[in-house]
Structures are given as C-alpha cells and as structure tokens.
C-alpha cells in the first residue's frame, strides 16, 4: 500500500547570505535604491517518489544534494514551491532533534506538546511519559523547562519521543550519533526493532555500508535530482562507482 508520494516536486530556497540579510539592511537598501531581490537556489528538482507501506529506503549523496530537504517536505516542515505531497499515517520525524520544542515550559509538558502535534492524544501521551523520560534518563529534570538542558539532553528527548510512540513512518537523518556511546548503542537497539516491524523507514545516512545491511531500497540524490533508484546494494555500488570514478581536468 502506497504511504508516501511526491509528484513533481520542487523547492526554491533563498541562500544563506539572504537569510542573514536583515530587515534593517532590506530598509536602507531600499533607500540608498541599493534593493536587490533575494537570490534564490534550486534545492528539489521535480522529484517523483512513491515509498510503499513496510519498505526501508535509504537516501544517500554529496552535502548539498537534497537529502535532508526531501525528508522535511516529507514531513511537513518545508512546504514544496511546486508539486505534489501525498503521506498516509502517523509520521515521526527524526531530523532535527528537539527543533519542535517550547525551550520555556516544562520537559514533561513538551513531551505532551509533542505528542499531540504528531496526532496522538493526551492520555496516551500521559501514559508514555515515564518511559520517554527514563529513556532520555531526564527523570530528575521532568519539571524542569527545556532551555535549562544541554543541546545533547535536547536531542535524546526528541529521539525518546519520537521513538516511543511507534509511527506508521519513521524519517531518519543522521541521528544515531546522538548522545555518549552507552546512549548510541541504547538508540541503534531501538531503532533496530522498527526494522523488524512493518514501520515505513526512510533514512539518510553518509554510513553506506548501514544503508545496505539495513534498507530493501535506495535513492541517489544529486544537486536536487534523483540520480538513481533500486535495491540498495546496487545504488551504493553504482553511487561508489561514480563518485570515485577519475575526474579529467
């Protein structure tokens, strides 16, 4: 069963120098007749993707190619400038750990927020609390708000929570390197069972020997396009290939 489409999607961003340009700035550029439009840059670049109920796919390619982008527009954080975005079922996404938080209430009330923004309600979040929290080991800082943590408490909350509440789609970046190693080793345990159930998975990961032991399927992103689908031990192999083939320059 089809959970996840894309039809022709594309994504314009502005740079990171345009971000930065102020509002301030903006003004007096205008007034000086100084005022240039904000560039902006082609990340997604008509991307087609369906994804089925059970599979396992991993996305890989160079910094820059795209990656993270298409697993935010998966999820709702980025809105695509053209296309079509279709996902059935609950989605728990793993990308940027904590991003979601309210750094001024309690831990125990974001795990709720959290958990009711990812469509589960708040009794069932109430029962799931205790085990998020001894997950994270946050125990002693329940009450406390979240902008007393460190970046890395932060980040095991989000994992905790996100990994708790077992989604029908579970979107992966990068994030097992979270936390010291004890706390690496508890995450790959958990993540590992999801493997095992029929959970959707999609991961990006520069580990490409993880994406073939753990993925059915692959994707090549390349300067936004998908460069190559099919089993992962292929894409990895042909990725591999390209990538360290000799340059002529």
């Not at 793993?94 to 795990?111: H, M, Q, T, Y």
């Not at 993880?210 to 031990?233: P, S, V, Y």
């Amino acid at each position: 069963m089809e959970v996840i489409r894309l039809d022709k999607v594309s994504l314009w961003r502005r740079t990171q120098e345009e971000f930065s340009y102020d509002l301030k700035k903006t003004f007096l550029s205008i007034l000086e007749g100084k005022y240039r439009k904000p560039v902006k840059k082609l990340i997604l670049d008509n991307i087609d993707l369906i994804v089925n109920s059970g599979e396992k796919i991993g996305i890989i390619g160079a910094n820059g190619s795209g990656k993270s982008t298409v697993l935010k527009v998966i999820c709702g954080i980025l809105k695509p400038t053209n296309g079509l975005v279709r996902v059935s079922g609950k989605i728990a996404p793993l990308i940027e750990l904590g991003a979601g938080f309210d750094p001024e209430i309690s831990v125990v009330d974001n795990i709720m927020l959290y958990g009711v923004l990812l469509g589960f309600s708040r009794i069932e979040m109430t029962k799931r609390v205790n085990s998020i929290l001894e997950f994270a080991e946050l125990e002693d800082y329940a009450l406390m708000p979240v902008k007393a943590l460190s970046s890395g408490m932060v980040a095991r909350l989000g994992f905790a929570i996100a990994t708790d509440i077992q989604p029908d789609i579970l979107v992966l970046d990068e994030v097992l390197s979270v936390g010291d190693e004890s706390f690496k080793n508890k995450s790959r345990q958990r993540i590992e069972k999801f493997w095992n159930q029929n959970t959707t998975i999609l991961v990006v990961s520069h580990d490409l020997n993880f994406i073939e032991q753990t993925c059915n399927q692959a994707i090549w992103l390349d300067k936004g396009k998908i460069k190559c689908t099919g089993g992962a031990d292929e894409v990895v192999k042909f990725y591999l290939k390209t990538v360290n083939a000799p340059k002529n320059f």
